[in-house]
Nanobody, 115 residues
Framework: QVQLVESGGGLVQPGGSLRLSCKAS????????MGWYRQFPGKQRELVAH???????YYVDSVKGRFTISRDNAKNTVDLQMNSLKSEDTAVYYC?????????WGQGTHVTVSS
């Protein structure tokens, strides 16, 4: 059974950084095009960053230049380095496949950007 566990969220001041991590069990993440999503209160999840199997990385404009998605095959994780955080980045962050039949969603990790 596939399980995704996100971690690394927290409270950070504007301009600060956080590194999120998505740990998988039951699958090898490097076999899939994985992404990071976020969900604002009352809104649907949106894909903010994803990476394809052979290295290409893609970002929505609002995070481009500030967020970096990466993969650690040894740890079986997909990470999201978030720099220069803004209040509008406040959301719950999840990882999952970029498209197709998604895995069951994890609990997500809360990111709050506030002074």
């Amino acid at each position: 059974q596939v399980q995704l566990v996100e971690s690394g969220g927290g409270l950070v001041q504007p301009g600060g950084s956080l590194r999120l991590s998505c740990k998988a069990s039951g699958i090898e993440l490097n076999l899939y095009e994985m992404g990071w999503y976020r969900q604002f209160p009352g809104k649907q999840r949106e894909l903010v960053a994803h990476m394809v199997r052979f290295g290409g990385k893609y970002y929505v404009d609002s995070v481009k230049g500030r967020f970096t998605i990466s993969r650690d095959n040894a740890k079986n994780t997909v990470d999201l380095q978030m720099n220069s955080l803004k209040s509008e980045d406040t959301a719950v962050y999840y990882c999952n496949k970029r498209s197709g039949a998604l895995f069951s969603w994890g609990q997500g990790t809360h990111v709050t950007v506030s002074s």
